[in-house]
Each structure stands twice: as structure tokens, then as C-alpha cells.
């Protein structure tokens, strides 16, 4: 019998990331209006262009629009297995771009970019990677850019 512990092999340790690489992270997540309606009350957003359906249908966008933090945190939440799955900590997010709308029933796929990876001057158990995040609608068009600073350990010493 064969026992594969997901721990092991969940998230990167510093020394597996390197500069210029590009992470397709996979699966995709379809918003559906459940989905968007319940993160619209979870977060208290009550803008009538989320909410209010015959609003929404008298603006340019004639429907209702997925609250733009959603898909945001579907690109964190699709990046943790590859990312930050071994992640001390989160340190910052920057430069969040909601490129283009995203409508119930569109897909968010997302990919990740290293920046940098640079080692800890203070801790030697440890180290700094910096990403950029991209979603993509179904349409492979963007709707969402950002970039965050996350710190991860280095592999343990045997």
C-alpha cells in the first residue's frame, strides 16, 4: 500500500521558485449568482449595480456585475496550492487591477509570474517571493492583475 501525504507536496519551498516562471494553476471556478449574491451580503457591498437587477439592466453593462473582489479572491484562493501553500505569511498586496468586468457564469482561470525571490538578511530560514497574479475570463480575456509579496520558508534541513 502506497500512502501520499498532501502535506508534503502542497505549496513550494523557496528554493522552488525561480524568476520568470510562469505557474497555470488549475481548475478554473465558474461565478454563479448564488456565488456572487452571498459575497455581495458577506462583505456588505450594497451597490445597486450587484444587487438590483433592473438597475443594473438600465446601465451600459445591462445585467448585474460580480462584485470585483470576487474574482480577486478567486485568483488568491486558485494560487495557494502552488504559491503560498507553505506560506509563513502573506506580507502585502499592491497594484490591484480590475482590468475588465466579470458577469455570473464567467470562469476565472488564473496564472502566477515570479518577479523575484531574494533570501532573508535576517532569517536564513527563509525568504521573500514576489508574484504577479493574472485572471482570465473563459474568453482568455484579462479581468484581474495584482501583485503581492509572500514569505516563504526554505526547505528544511535534513
Known amino acids: 500500500m502506497t500512502v501520499i501525504d498532501k502535506r508534503e507536496t502542497y505549496g513550494r519551498y ?3 521558485f525561480q524568476a520568470g516562471d510562469i505557474i497555470k494553476h488549475w481548475p ?16 456588505q457591498n450594497q451597490h445597486p449595480l450587484h444587487i438590483d437587477a433592473h438597475y443594473a439592466s438600465q446601465t451600459q453593462f445591462k445585467q448585474r456585475l460580480v462584485v470585483g473582489y470576487l474574482p480577486f479572491c478567486i485568483a488568491v484562493g486558485q494560487s495557494v496550492a502552488d504559491i503560498s501553500g507553505k506560506a509563513i505569511a502573506n506580507l502585502e498586496y499592491e497594484k490591484v487591477e480590475h482590468v475588465r468586468p466579470c458577469f455570473h457564469g464567467d470562469t476565472i482561470y488564473s496564472e502566477t509570474e515570479i518577479l523575484d525571490v531574494k533570501e532573508s538578511r ?25 501583485r503581492r509579496r509572500v ?8
Open 14 to 16: 523557496l528554493e522552488e
Open 28 to 43: 478554473g471556478r465558474t461565478i454563479t449568482e448564488f456565488d456572487d449574491t452571498l459575497f455581495a451580503l458577506i462583505t
Open 122 to 146: 535576517s532569517k536564513p530560514d527563509r525568504g521573500i517571493v514576489y508574484v504577479e497574479t493574472r485572471g482570465y475570463n473563459q474568453k482568455g480575456e484579462l479581468v484581474v492583475r495584482f
Open 151 to 158: 514569505l516563504i520558508p526554505k526547505r528544511p534541513q535534513s
